[in-house]
Every structure is written in structure tokens, then in C-alpha cells.
């Protein structure tokens, strides 16, 4: 963008919002501008009517008959295969549930079992800590395992790759810069090595068109609390490649991916298919909101949520660089769209206290230590004014140094 839009401009710009009419399917409090649906996506009318029939009917007056007469054993599958139509994926590929960090485990144990006789995982210094963190976990209880980090063993994970590598863990988009890494090519990489890939998609599902079937991806895995909308906690995804599924194992062997769990037999049978990813029951409740926040889903045309997002964070680096520039923030994210996830984060020494002022202002993003301030753009109820507003408010922070005041420098457990 060369030229500086204008408040008119950007009026401008809303009014031709294709996506415009979503943002009243969503309950957004008065006066807030919220820029963190890239950690926790916001609450919709439809996932609230989905809990509330979940809890009064369901559980309050059909209990043990929901299970089969309101579809909850089903929902694992039948929501995977919703959301699988997200990010490419064809029916029969993806589960809803448990965590991001356990659907980790076990995609990292089902590559490692795939690939028996080599032991090396390789992934990404600049990862979400979880996945390295499950990463050491897995390698515990493999002896001579080890897992060799991009930024630490080499500057590249394309370097890192090489015959005796069993799987590649990697994020799609980083969640601290929001780059984006090309999925087709490092995963053919791998490939020509023999090495399997599982693609963390926490920061991609709900937030950019992605091909996991096209790309010939292994597994993914990702969570649908973010851009998904899916409310606190709620249910993770997995995925696995169809041409796995005849071998593939993972340790978690609970009843829920038993061949016959209502059959009660004394030794582990796995389930076909995606069944065998399930552990144990599942929070039906979480379920059922993720359920509502889904609907609204089947209605996006993931081609236009991609060029509004690329529209809002391109807006918001021009708007901040313009009027902002003098008070040392550093754009931490690519300026190259293509390169780009849905969020921008800029750097700067007193990121936190910043943050909180802005918070403070009713403009909530967040802090990622140590000196990141992410702001996430999320298409469906975000729009260009709030843009415009978030910046001037951010600017009178800056130059008023209202930010200096001693309350926004104290931390709190979760930034
Ligand atoms: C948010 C996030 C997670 C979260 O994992 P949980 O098990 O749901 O807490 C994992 N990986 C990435 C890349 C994330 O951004």
C-alpha cells in the first residue's frame, strides 16, 4: 500500500466488506475493539444457543439418551469432518478432540511407529513451546531418540532434513511473527527424504484457505478456540492422511478408539479410521458450542476471509508505520502478504506495559515475551474502522506516554 487511506477511505472500505453481515451473528461487549481472536476466537449467538440446548434439554432432561438420540458419541467424527472442510481435508481425515498438545503425542508417536527404524524428530526453535515440550515428552520414552531444532542445529528446517529424520513437526503460521511457511514445499521436502509431516495449524484453521489433502500432508493437528470461534478450551482437531490409516497407531489406546467399546473386551482392538486418535469421553458441552460456532463456518467463503485479512493487517502496518513511527516499534511480522498470517505483531521495549494501556482503552491484543505485541485479525467480526480507531488509540498511548503509568506494569499469570 502506498498511499495512506483516510478515515473516508476506510468507511469506504466496510461498506464494500463482503463479509460485513457476519459480524452481527457474533456478541461483541459495547465499546470493545478485540484484536486476540488469535488466542481466544469470541463467543457467537449460535454456539450459545448450542450450549443452552446442550445443557437444558439434552443434559437436563434426556441425560443418558442424548448419547445416541442427540448425536454426542458421534461428534469427534462428525465435526472433525466440518471442520476437515476448513483446511482441505476430505470426509474421513480429521477428529475433534482432546488438546492440541496431546493430539501432538500422538501424531508424534503414530509417525514416530510409522518410520521404526529411524528415531529423529526435527522441528522449529521458534515453535509454540507446547509442541516442543510434547516433543520431549515422546523422545522420553524413547531411548536414543533425539530432536534436532531449526535456529539451534541449523538456520533452516530444510537443512535439518535428511534420511534418518522419522518426522518433521513444524507450525503453519509462527504464532509470535505470523509467517507463514509454504506447506507444499517442505512437506514434498520431506517426502523425498522419506520423512513424515505434521503441520500445527492453530494459527491457520479459521484463519487462511489451506490444502492439507492437496499438499499431501501426513498429520495436522490444531485448535478451534482461536479463529474457529469454538469457545475456552474447546476441543482440539487431528488429522491423518487416509493412505495411513490401515497402519497407523498411537499409544493413548483408550475406549473411545476401541474397535467395539460397548463390547467391554479385556485388550485393545483399534477403531477404524480416525477412531482409533480418541482417547476417552469427551466434554460434550465444549462440543456442542463448537458445534454452533461451526455453522457459521459453512456459510464462509475462505477465498474472501483470506483477502479481508490480508486487507485488515495491511491497513493496520500502513495506519501504525504512518503515525506511530516515531516511538521505536518494530514491525515483527512479514511485510510480504504472501508470507503472512491473520495477525501482526510489532516489537518494542515496553510491549507489555503498552499492551495493558491499550487494554485499558478497550483495545485488547497481547503480550508474548519477551517484547511482542500481537494483535490478531479475524475477518468475521472485525472491521477496517475498528482498524482505523485501534491505531489512534494506540497513538495517543505513544505519544501522551499514558502507557508509563505504574498499573500497566504489573503482570498478570496469562498475558
Ligand atoms: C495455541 C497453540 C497451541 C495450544 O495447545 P493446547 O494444547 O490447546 O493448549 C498449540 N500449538 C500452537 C502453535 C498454538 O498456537
Known sequence: MTAIPDF??????????????????????????????NSLGVASKAAFAELQQAATQEWGQDLIRSWNTAGWFDMPLTLGDRVGRLIGAAAGQTAVCDTTSINIYKALHAAMALRPDRSVIVSEGGSFPTDLYMAEGVLSTRPGGTLRLEGVDADTIEELIDDSVAVVLVNHVNYKSGELRDMAALTKKAHEHGVLVIWDLCHTAGALPVDLDGADVDFAVGCTYKYLNGGPGAPAFIYAA???????????????????????????????????????????????????????????????????????????????EAKCAAHGLELESPRDRAKRGSQVSFSHPHAYEIMQALIARGVIGDFRAPSTMRFGFTPLYVSYEDVWKSVEILEDILTTGAWKDARFAVRAAVT
Open 8 to 37: 473516508s477511505a476506510v468507511e469506504a472500505m466496510d461498506a464494500a466488506d463482503a463479509l460485513r453481515a457476519f459480524r452481527d451473528r457474533f456478541i461483541l461487549p459495547d465499546g470493545l475493539i478485540y484484536l486476540d481472536g
Open 242 to 320: 487416509t493412505r495411513h490409516h490401515g497402519d497407523v497407531s498411537q499409544p493413548l489406546s483408550g475406549w473411545w478408539g476401541h474397535a467395539r467399546p460397548f463390547a467391554f473386551e479385556k485388550s485393545y482392538a483399534a477403531g477404524k479410521g480416525m477412531l482409533r486418535f480418541l482417547c476417552g469421553t469427551q466434554p460434550i458441552l465444549s462440543m456442542r458450542a463448537l458445534k454452533g460456532a461451526l455453522d457459521i463456518w459453512e456459510e464462509v467463503d475462505m477465498a474472501a476471509l483470506r483477502e479481508k485479512s490480508l486487507g485488515l493487517t495491511d491497513l493496520f502496518i500502513a495506519l501504525v
